[in-house]
């Protein structure tokens, strides 16, 4: 027997023959059904095949230390073997393959190896690489929030106290700056997350070297504190297993975060829309054989006694047999209906556009007249106290970060004070701030809200949303509806908005369009005090993501006060309010454009003309009924908005105004909005830029006389 043979013996010594076997079975297996995929692939009964291919040894060891539907799992296309030694069978995988609707993973509505289960706690992943680390650092953030709120407790679904959060990722996605962002909140909160990167060394076709300053990403972490770091062949279960058990217990004992960085191979390439023949040559790839997992462990069993021959070979029939039956029964599945498609894009239990929502009519209000700021702070107030599970954070947002400076000072409460005081009153486990990084921010949201926490989190500016767009848009979008509603994560979004403030570039965007054109996020937009205080209360209390528009000149406007409302005041979304009645010509519009149609319409009736406006506070969804009454009342319409004017909101509206409404009207839709450029500092630049006035007031004439 070879000297590494033997040394292999030592190293298992103490796992049972069972145990063996068992491992040896589960990595067979994941690398059959990635077989079988490749034969489907071919012969064009499924329709991609991305491979777990040659990590199969440190996935199968991950499983095993770890507790299916007790810890927490965000793992990444390759993790195969992971999820069938967590309890996922080779059908369910395989009606991933053939996008069936009974894929527990995604119902057909993602691509294979898109990994989700609800009982096994796998959260579903997506394909962007790097997205889900920030989400698993908010799921166990989730955790630890939980043991510093007592009333956390029975809010944070699946706490137990040392459950554990598993993350994984490739060596090229350890390039992505929400990695380090993740790494920099794990390590500072010493949060249970096992980081584990597995390295085969090329992303793509880009090896390490390329992808990482030195080509070794253990090396570079080794500055965080309380990280536990280990590295190891990823390609051998028994040392494999000794690395991942001494990461979790690190973990459970809540030491903080691990890092394991396992190396291992890739013997197929990247997916089968690549060809590695094409960058690797043939010796590189044949030496990287010689370290196949498979081939390696089953000759040590044979070598050492644990098998025969025979029954190793029994072991490969009885999987290769399963894998069979399973990939009939997988082609036999019916695809989703096509009637399906919709569903999920929202929730289907929750409905904020309900008269459940509406308590509007007949409100008392009482106490001196506030401002928006005054009006939101006081919603977020009372919905904090209502729900324990209201967590506020975001750049700023607390009065004092260093508590035991609390009585010192007056407090920070945000950049527009929208959240003063809310730290003083629930404490910093539940108000709190973030570092300066959106992203980290909405990632940390989405994982929180898996593990039912409610996140009001606050982005400082519309103008520095963009590093969070990712998230946004891939991940908070579309939880629900690539889940086929198994997973959801209903974040609200608070964010300020909008110019008129002498902001220019980057303090005055507007951008609603990039946001109202993604399914699954609710938008809206109050014009005042009242309406932003119902409308938020009915984003906190809804079940979908909600972005909250917030004008920052409308912030503290003498015109948009209002004396307070009761506790439960709501206002539905998708409820329109009518500012001003008028019967010659409609204005639609939202925001700081409101006030602006207001006063033209003013204006406009000294010269005879009636005008009507409409403000429609939430843009998605937005009350098509409204905007028919309005129409056939007045048979001309003008839309107003502060964005750019060219693809922008108004621009829809008026679209399908003229293709359902085209018999009721007298004359074009006229849409008066921003230039097709940016927003200047100097204020006649401004001016010049932004709708103003004027330029309602003249829309106002020209289709009168039309």
Known sequence: MSSAATRETRDHKDLEREQMISIYRT????????????????????????????????????????????????????????????????????????????????????????????????????????????????????????????????????????????????????????FW??????????????????????????????????????????????????????????????????????????????FVHAKVIRPYSHSLSDDEKLYRPDEERTSEAERDPIKRFGAILVEDGVVTQEELQKIKDDVDREVIEATDRALASPQPAPETATQFVYSPDVDPTSKEFDTEDNIELTGNAGTMVDLINRCLHEEMARDAAIVVFGEDVADCSREQYLDQVKGKGGVFKVTANLQRKFGAARVFNSPLAEANIVGRAIGMATRGLKPVVEIQ???????????????????????????????????????????????????????????????????????????????????????????????????????????????????????????????????????????????????????????????????????VGTVKKTNRVIFAHEDSRSFGYGAEIAARIADELFEYLDAPVRRVAALDTFVGYAPQLEDAILPQVEDVAKAIAELANY
């Not at 996008?99 to 009982?119: L, T």
């Not at 629900?480 to 220019?504: L, Q």
């Open 181 to 258: 962002e993740a790494l920099d909140t794990a390590c500072n909160l010493k949060l249970p997350v096992i980081f584990l990167v597995e390295d085969n060394g090329y992303a793509i076709s880009v090896p390490v070297e390329v992808q990482t300053a030195g080509g070794d990403v253990s090396k570079l972490v080794e500055g965080f504190p309380n990280l536990y770091i280990q590295k190891c062949d990823g390609t051998d279960p028994v040392e494999s297993l000794d690395v991942m058990q001494r990461a979790v217990e690190y973990c459970r004992e809540r030491k903080g975060a691990a």
């Open 461 to 627: 500016f519309f103008d520095y949303i963009w590093p969070a767009y990712h998230q946004i848009r891939n991940e908070l979008a579309l939880m629900r509806w690539r889940s086929g509603n198994e997973w959801k994560c209903p974040v609200v979004i608070r964010c300020p908005v909008g110019g008129y403030i002498k902001g220019a570039v980057y303090h005055s965007q507007s951008g609603t369009t990039i946001f109202t054109h993604t399914p699954g996020i609710r938008v809206i937009y109050p014009s005042n005090a009242l309406d932003a205080n119902g409308l938020l209360r009915t984003a906190i209390r809804s079940d979908d993501p909600v972005l909250f528009l917030e004008h920052k000149h409308l912030y503290r406007q003498a015109y948009n006060k209002s004396q307070y409302p009761p506790d439960n005041f709501m206002i539905p979304f998708g409820k329109a309010r009518t500012v001003r009645e008028g019967t010659d010509i409609s204005i639609i519009t939202y925001g700081a454009l409101v006030q602006r149609s207001l006063v033209a319409a003013k204006q406009a009736e000294q010269q005879g003309t009636s005008v009507e406006v409409i403000d429609l506070r939430s843009l998605v969804p937005y009350d098509w009924e409204a905007i």
């Open 27 to 178: 990595m067979y297996l994941s690398r059959r059904i990635d077989d079988k995929e490749i034969q489907l692939k071919g012969q064009n009964k499924i329709f991609f095949q991305i491979s777990g291919a040659g990590h199969e040894a440190i996935l199968v060891a991950a499983g095993m230390v770890m507790k299916a539907g007790y810890d927490w799992f965000y793992p990444y296309y390759r993790d195969r073997a992971l999820c069938l030694q967590l309890g996922m069978t080779p059908l369910e995988q395989l009606l991933s393959a053939v996008g069936a609707a009974d894929d527990p993973n995604s119902h057909g509505r993602q691509m294979p190896s898109h990994w989700g289960s609800k009982k096994l706690n796998i959260v579903s992943q997506s394909s962007p690489t790097g997205t889900q680390i920030l989400q698993a650092v908010g799921s166990a953030e989730a955790s630890y929030r939980a043991t510093l709120v007592d009333e956390l407790k029975e809010k944070v679904i699946g706490f137990k106290g040392d459950e554990v959060v598993y993350v994984s990722l490739g060596d090229g996605t350890s390039s992505e700056g929400e």
